[in-house]
Each structure stands twice: as structure tokens, then as C-alpha cells.
């Protein structure tokens, strides 16, 4: 038997050298940088605006947190079957005289289109944690606010956001991991391309160790 020969640095020195390797960490961060400011951005003012005294605010609350009782999986295929070239999104709009997009079969369109899929389940999750930090903000700064005469914005970024920093930070770092790791909607629909341009980081680490047997 030959004596065992550590391989560690060969497996790293072949992972920085692979082109692919480097695709996949292109496309997370360009990914990251998209998705996360506008999940959180719209989250922040869904949160807002639903904290308000609106008429079916539990109603309206509930619909757009639904998505998130529904496994990452089940909203892949939904997903995929809506957007398919023969799907009812295309459908509609062609009924609107528009015409039809390839959505996950399109190299210029299908990270966007991971990034809606994405966006419909973690816009009203994060929300949700949002919408706790504003009911903890304190009435009384709100009234001296209204007494001092200042305006929606001004109360907004002089107030709400100074005082949403804890939770909007722990929304941003928290939202950061989740699409860093984003599989299931990669695997179940794009199998990273085409063209690689959805080749995510685990996705890459997933095909090259269960499927390719590549250390």
C-alpha cells in the first residue's frame, strides 16, 4: 500500500485556478448586490406602510407573508411553470400585445428572474421582522414630532430609521447568508446556466461534489 499523501493544497490550488470557480463567485455577489438592497428596501416599506392604520391591515399583512409557508421548493416549481416560454406569464402578455420573454431559458434574464423568485418569499419575511422593530419604537417620538411640526420624511429618516438600526441590521446580515446559499430554485430550474449565469456558489459546491465526484 502507498503511504498516504496530503492532497489538501492541490484541491485549493485547482478550485482558485478554475474558471468556473471564479463564474460562481462572479454571479453570487452580482446576485447579493441586487437582491438584497431591494428585498430589504421593500420589506422596510411594506413594514412602514403596513403598520399604519389601514383599512384589512392583518388581510393585506398575511397575503404577502403567505409565501412563506410554502417550502423554497413548492414555490421553484410554481415559480417555473409560470414563467416557462408557454407559461401563463408569457400568456398574459401577449394578451397585452407584448411580447413573450424567456425568463429562466435567457442568459441576459435569468438571474432576474431568480431574484423575483428569491424576492416572493424573503420580502415578506424579512418585513415581518421589520414591522416588529417599528411596533417597539416608542409613540412618544412620534407626538413630540407631530407637536414640532415635522413632516413624513423628516419623522422617517430623523426617527423610524435611527431607531430601526438593530433590526434592519440584523435583516441585512441575516438575508446576506440566506442568498449567499441560495440552492433549490438553481437546481430545480437552471442547473446553473444557462450560459453559467446562474451558477451560485452552492450550486457549484453541490455539482462538483455529489454529481461530478470532484474533491
Known amino acids: 500500500l502507498l503511504p498516504p499523501e496530503f492532497v489538501g493544497g492541490e484541491v485549493f490550488r485547482q478550485m482558485f485556478v478554475s474558471p468556473r ?11 447579493n448586490v441586487i437582491v438584497n438592497p431591494l428585498q430589504i428596501l421593500l420589506a422596510l416599506a411594506l413594514a412602514v406602510l403596513l403598520t399604519r392604520n389601514i383599512p384589512g391591515r392583518g388581510l393585506w399583512r398575511t397575503i404577502i407573508f403567505m409565501p412563506v409557508a410554502v417550502p423554497l421548493a413548492g414555490s421553484t416549481i410554481v415559480w417555473g411553470l409560470a414563467l ?8 398574459l402578455l401577449t394578451l397585452m400585445r407584448l411580447p413573450a420573454q424567456p425568463w429562466f431559458t435567457s442568459p441576459h434574464q ?5 431574484i423575483v423568485l428569491a424576492s416572493w418569499v424573503g420580502i415578506g419575511y424579512w ?10 419604537i416608542p409613540t412618544q417620538y412620534y407626538e413630540a414630532a407631530r407637536i414640532d411640526g415635522a413632516g413624513a420624511l423628516r419623522t422617517f429618516f430623523s426617527i423610524t430609521l435611527p431607531m430601526l438600526r438593530r433590526p434592519l441590521l440584523f435583516v441585512l446580515v441575516a438575508d446576506t447568508v440566506s442568498n449567499f446559499v441560495l440552492f433549490a430554485p438553481v437546481q430545480i ?9 446562474s451558477d451560485m456558489l ?12 470532484d474533491p
Open 127 to 136: 418585513m415581518v421582522f421589520l414591522i416588529a422593530g417599528l411596533n417597539d
Open 84 to 91: 416557462r416560454p408557454d407559461g401563463p406569464v408569457n400568456g
Open 202 to 213: 452552492m450550486y457549484d459546491i453541490f455539482h462538483r461534489g455529489f454529481e461530478l465526484s
Open 110 to 114: 435569468v438571474l432576474l428572474s431568480i
Open 21 to 31: 470557480f471564479w463564474n460562481s463567485v462572479g454571479q453570487t455577489l452580482l446576485f
Open 189 to 197: 430550474l437552471t442547473g446553473g446556466g444557462p450560459e453559467g449565469r
